[in-house]
């Protein structure tokens, strides 16, 4: 959970951890801040009350494919049961983004994901088995079980943090 990538303005700043080829091949350094905030304004999509997740996958073509958390499309689009708990129906954002890829053929394989919250296991899992290969989260989430998952197949996992050295 140490790796992360910081941006001053739009700056990579010293003590980041260095970015890998493989990222860098599909994002260019400075197009970092730009997916996250894209991400952010994706999430702001969502009607979910309890969290709003935004997620950008960028393929190795440089095609973008955005998800946010939301029921299946066409049902009642409530996030929460009576109680207030978030419905189990709903589709977290990553999950989405890659029901959109399959859809349309895409090869997820290689791609980067951009994604507003740290992600749960299930789509951790179905992010590896599609092929993604780097993750750019920017909240940390409750439970960091995905760790393990993103581990064993080797995906490459960073925390956005844009720091405000003026102050
Ligand atoms: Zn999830």
């Given at each position: 959970m140490d790796r992360y990538i910081a941006f001053n303005e739009d700056l990579e700043i010293e003590g980041s951890t260095p970015i890998p080829e493989g990222l860098a091949r599909v994002v260019m350094k400075k197009h970092i801040p730009f997916y996250m905030d894209l991400a952010n304004r994706t999430a702001g999509l969502s009607v979910a009350k309890?969290?709003?997740?935004g997620a950008v996958i960028v393929t190795e073509q440089r095609s973008l494919f955005l998800g946010y958390n939301g029921m299946p499309s066409g049902m009642n689009n409530v996030c929460e049961l009576p109680d207030g708990?978030?419905?189990p129906l709903v589709i977290h954002?990553?999950?989405?983004?890659?029901?959109?890829?399959a859809r349309e053929g895409v090869?997820?394989?290689?791609?980067?994901?951009f994604t507003t919250t740290y992600p749960c296991p299930d789509c951790a899992k179905r992010l590896c088995a599609a092929g993604?290969?780097?993750v750019i989260y920017q909240e940390r989430y409750h439970t960091h079980l995905a760790q393990e998952i993103f581990d064993h197949y080797?995906?490459?996992?960073?925390?956005y943090k844009q720091l405000d050295l003026r102050g």
């Open positions: 309890r969290r709003r997740v708990s978030t419905n954002a990553e999950a989405n983004a890659l029901d959109k890829m090869h997820v394989e290689g791609s980067v994901c993604v290969k780097y080797g995906v490459g996992v960073f925390e």
